[in-house]
């Protein structure tokens, strides 16, 4: 099905390959036109791009949520305290972006250590 300026995504089995498949297209505004792009992926790589829009979406969400937090504590009543506000809600985004960042390297580094466990282990 196309979705004109939408993504479609769809499983496919390879037959020459006898592997698993996901075929993500992205398309163009004119319902007409070619896709933009489309990739073919192993079910494990499109679950992990799965995890990322997840995680970004989350992170989009609650930065929305600190900037405005940030400008409605600064009451906004002159152009002074929107400033402040704006300034407020810049530096609190940036803040929370560099935590995450943080938590996801440090997510990765456990990982890393926890594979390098196990095959220690089987060895």
């Known amino acids: 099905m196309r979705t004109p300026g939408g993504i479609t995504v769809e499983s496919l089995y390879g037959a020459a390959t006898r592997q698993p498949l996901v075929k993500?297209?992205?398309?163009?505004?004119?319902?007409?036109?070619?896709?933009?792009?489309?990739v073919l992926m192993a079910p494990s790589k499109a679950q992990e791009i799965g995890l990322w829009l997840l995680q970004a979406s989350e992170a989009a969400t609650s930065d929305a949520f600190l900037f405005r937090w940030a400008q409605n504590l600064?009451?906004?009543a002159t152009p002074t305290e929107v400033e402040r506000g704006l300034r407020m809600g810049v530096a609190l985004v940036k803040e929370m972006r560099e935590f995450r960042e943080l938590q996801r390297r440090a997510g990765v580094e456990r990982e890393e250590a926890d594979e390098q466990a196990w095959r220690d282990s089987h060895d």
Do not use: K
């Not at 993500?24 to 489309?38: R, Y």
């Open 74 to 76: 600064q009451g906004q």
């Open 24 to 38: 993500l297209i992205v398309h163009d505004q004119d319902p007409t036109a070619e896709p933009i792009s489309e």
